[in-house]
């Protein structure tokens, strides 16, 4: 897969995260209806952020979501809208997960993920001025 950089007024970035939450006491909560509405919800959500969803993998119990994201957004702010949003909406859609004191557990695993490695990097750095 190849990705473009985003480019707005004086930056220029590729930033993609690794998000993976669960249900609240991990509860198999995400099935059926309840997953195809969550599929719906990330993909209303995620533009508004100007987030773009890569990859969206919705099991029983957690979400994985490989995400690209813009450079004015802090990982925990992407985490924070997307629980937020998703919650409110199925809450009200759903009325047996409103059993539960939330849909989400208040923890994530977020983790970068690398475009190029840094042996590229540094033979890129490593060769600056040297071409010609």
């Not at 006491?25 to 969550?38: E, F, Q, S």
């Not at 919705?58 to 979400?63: A, E, H, L």
């Not at 490593?126 to 010609?132: C, D, L, N, R, V």
């Amino acid at each position: 897969m190849c990705q473009v950089y985003r480019h707005h007024l004086t930056t220029k970035s590729l930033i993609n995260y690794h998000f993976v939450w669960s249900s609240r006491r991990k509860r198999k909560v995400l099935k059926g209806m309840v997953a195809i509405r969550l599929r719906e919800l990330m993909e209303e959500v995620c533009p508004d952020l100007e987030v773009e969803i890569l990859t969206l993998d919705i099991q029983p119990n957690y979400v994985h979501a490989f995400l690209d994201c813009p450079p004015t957004l802090a990982p925990h702010q992407i985490i924070h809208r997307i629980k937020a949003y998703t919650a409110r909406h199925l809450r009200k859609e759903f009325e047996h997960l409103l059993v539960l004191p939330s849909i989400w557990t208040r923890s994530y695993l977020v983790s970068t993920s690398e475009t190029i490695s840094q042996e590229i990097i540094e033979d890129y750095v490593k060769h600056q001025g040297k071409k010609g």
